[in-house]
């Protein structure tokens, strides 16, 4: 790795600490975490940089933008083998460049799901909408009338999301 690759993933890696850092006067023993392996990071580094490029663009273009997370989990990744806290998905996507018009949260599992709410409340965040449901279900029911969407499905297995679910976001922008 070139050292200005290594100094870019630094400085990324300090943002991810500066989220979790706003989350200073949590008792995250009180909350579900997702258990993830050191890997993690570079995914939510990914989403983080693909987050801010969007945030950055999208609201020069279109008023309504939403944020949908297919598989929100808890909202905080706990990493096994160097027991650190990160900020899940949906913390990453309310800490973006700017914030979205509407966030959709759908968790099927009702104790990643019961932390998130939890979580999302003590944050005050108003223009969130949180699923304990499938996504299939909830997105075969929910009225998209966003402008743009930027969809995260960040799924364990393929086999956890279905193809009508991918049809149906395929019909919105």
Same mark, same amino acid.
Request: with cysteine.
């Given at each position: 790795?070139?050292?200005?690759?290594?100094?870019?993933?630094?400085?990324?890696?300090?943002?991810?600490?500066?989220?979790?850092?706003?989350?200073?006067?949590?008792?995250?023993?009180?909350?579900?975490?997702?258990?993830?392996?050191?890997?993690? +990071?570079?995914?939510?580094?990914?989403?983080?940089?693909?987050?801010?490029?969007?945030? $950055?663009?999208? +609201?020069?273009?279109?008023?309504?933008?939403?944020?949908?997370?297919?598989?929100?989990?808890?909202?905080?990744?706990?990493?096994?083998?160097?027991?650190?806290?990160?900020?899940?998905?949906?913390?990453?996507?309310?800490?973006?460049?700017? +914030?979205?018009?509407?966030?959709?949260?759908?968790?099927?599992?009702?104790?990643?799901?019961?932390?998130?709410?939890?979580?999302?409340?003590?944050?005050?965040?108003?223009?969130?909408?949180?699923?304990?449901?499938?996504?299939?279900?909830?997105?075969?029911?929910? $009225?998209?009338?966003?402008?743009?969407?930027?969809?995260?499905?960040?799924?364990?297995? +393929?086999?956890?999301?279905?193809?009508?679910?991918?049809?149906?976001?395929?019909? $919105?922008?």
């Amino acid at each position: 790795m070139r050292r200005e690759e290594f100094e870019w993933l630094e400085r990324q890696v300090r943002k991810l600490k500066n989220v979790m850092d706003a989350l200073h006067d949590f008792d995250l023993s009180e909350y579900e975490t997702y258990k993830v392996h050191p890997w993690t +990071p570079l995914k939510l580094i990914c989403l983080m940089w693909w987050l801010s490029i969007y945030t $950055h663009i999208i +609201p020069n273009y279109f008023r309504n933008y939403w944020y949908i997370d297919l598989f929100s989990g808890p909202g905080l990744n706990f990493v096994r083998e160097t027991r650190d806290y990160l900020p899940g998905s949906p913390i990453l996507a309310c800490n973006s460049y700017k +914030p979205f018009t509407q966030y959709i949260f759908i968790e099927k599992n009702r104790q990643r799901y019961e932390s998130l709410k939890r979580i999302l409340s003590r944050l005050n965040l108003n223009n969130c909408r949180i699923y304990n449901e499938d996504c299939y279900a909830v997105i075969s029911n929910l $009225h998209i009338n966003a402008d743009h969407s930027f969809i995260f499905a960040d799924c364990e297995k +393929p086999s956890d999301i279905r193809w009508g679910t991918i049809e149906k976001l395929l019909r $919105h922008k």
